[in-house]
């Protein structure tokens, strides 16, 4: 398991630098991995970003090259069908390249229903030699990036209103389907249209307090808050929690979800003290329903947090936040590894709203202990040294952030190398320095 780690890794890695030599694009790796997608590039115009987003999965390994395409222009690649059907149903396009140690070449393909070949519980695609990742994809990658994802969903629906007539309800759930998939990639307007024509529809057909109704309000409310609609955002969640409230009942886990929205949009209205109020009753409903250390709880927890730091009560804000680490130090273990990813990210959040003592006091205890569990080179372990420089550098402790930057800057040459995103920007933040 190792080894097939390591040349994951080393898969990442020597990817990242040919996005960043040969196109001189960004290249984001996933740390803490999402299923089936290693790391997203972005376009960039002459270093600029464009917003343009493709996910990448990335291979590596002989291995990926034993098998070769029956015209010997490329390889075959199998995986699960579960892969496949996460690919085609993700947010952004999603490209599989493989990378040879030997020749340090990668080998890239566009993820698409036509190209999948099923095969019992799995499926094959070729990649082809001529898909080299280098300068030569630019164009052909950023007309992928472009692509309509769900342009499959739009043919759906319009065979389903053809087929079985607008208010049927199979086809008022593919309608709800592709408005959320569409909110999901940024195509707010026409998802609003959608969601909009769906909500009337149900509300039409089943009655304003029927599930799906409410189920298509959240969703709507979702978009006119995306589309910056404030008022009447808020206006439907009031409406949609309270018919909620009614129908189902406080601590249904749906009222609970809608109580939750109507927060955010209150606070994002400004109505702080009814956000506040509200705020506190759903977080102790959420750990009475649900536990301390659920993950609804967790991400409300949080939320709620940052809402509290921006009506200016940086003190409950602070409060909450250590309250949830503490919540999951006690559940799991003070070293265990996901309780060190969230007082990672506990850090940065730390830090965002301002809790610069605090954010060090975690930074500091959070990479002693990744430093024991993990190793001192580990990337995670770097990447919280990482921040805690960057924490003593708003601290104005420069010469601390100095000396940890320098040892950080040295074990991640030789672990990552010189020539990784992370390594590279360190470099350029330490030369930033004042003089000593």
């Known amino acids: 398991m190792a080894l097939t780690d390591d040349a994951e890794r080393l898969g990442v890695h020597s990817v990242a630098r040919l996005v960043h030599r040969e196109l001189r694009w960004k290249f984001r790796e996933q740390h803490e991995s999402d299923f089936g997608i290693d790391a997203m590039i972005e376009i960039a115009d002459d270093g600029r970003p464009t917003g343009q987003l493709i996910a990448l999965q990335i291979k590596s390994g002989k291995s990926y090259f034993r098998t070769s395409a029956s015209d010997q222009a490329g390889w075959v690649f199998r995986a699960d069908t579960r892969l496949l059907d996460y690919w085609l149903d993700h947010a952004l396009p999603v490209v599989v390249v493989l990378y040879d140690p030997g020749s340090r070449a990668a080998f890239w393909q566009h993820v698409t229903a036509d190209r999948a070949e099923l095969a019992g519980t799995g499926f094959q695609m070729t990649i082809p030699a001529r898909h080299r990742l280098d300068g030569s994809a630019a164009a052909a990658l950023r007309a992928i990036s472009k692509s309509p994802p769900h342009s499959v969903k739009f043919q759906l629906l319009d065979q389903l209103r053809e087929t079985l007539g607008a208010d049927h309800p199979e086809t008022l759930e593919a309608a709800d389907e592709l408005a959320d998939a569409l909110a999901g990639v940024g195509d707010v307007q026409v998802a609003r249209d959608i969601a909009e024509d769906t909500f009337t529809r149900r509300r039409r ?232």
């Open 205 to 436: 057909a089943f009655g304003a307090d029927h599930p799906d109704t409410l189920d298509t309000a959240d969703k709507l409310v979702d978009v006119l808050v995306d589309l910056s609609d404030a008022d009447v955002a808020l206006a439907l969640a009031d409406d949609t929690f309270s018919r909620s409230r009614s129908l189902l009942g406080e601590d249904d886990y749906r009222t609970v979800d809608r109580a939750e929205a109507l927060v955010r949009n209150l606070y994002w209205s400004g109505a702080y003290e009814r956000a506040r109020t509200l705020g506190a009753d759903t977080l102790a409903r959420c750990r009475r329903l649900f536990g301390d250390s659920d993950i609804r709880t967790a991400r409300f927890e949080e939320q709620l947090a940052v809402m509290l730091a921006g009506m200016g009560d940086e003190a409950a804000a602070r409060a909450t936040l250590l309250h949830r680490l503490d919540a999951v130090r006690g559940r799991l273990g003070i070293d265990h590894t996901h309780t060190l990813v969230l007082a990672h990210n506990m850090v940065l959040t730390l830090q965002k709203h301002g809790h610069l003592e605090a954010a060090r006091d975690v930074a500091r205890d959070t990479l002693s202990r990744r430093r024991r569990v993990l190793g001192a080179d580990d990337f995670r372990t770097l990447r919280t040294a990482g921040f805690l420089v960057s924490v003593l550098y708003e601290l104005d402790d420069h010469e601390g952030a100095r000396k940890l930057g320098e040892d950080t800057l040295t074990r991640r040459r030789r672990s990552l190398g010189p020539e990784h995103p992370e390594t590279t920007f360190l470099a350029d933040f330490l030369a930033s320095l004042p003089d000593r």
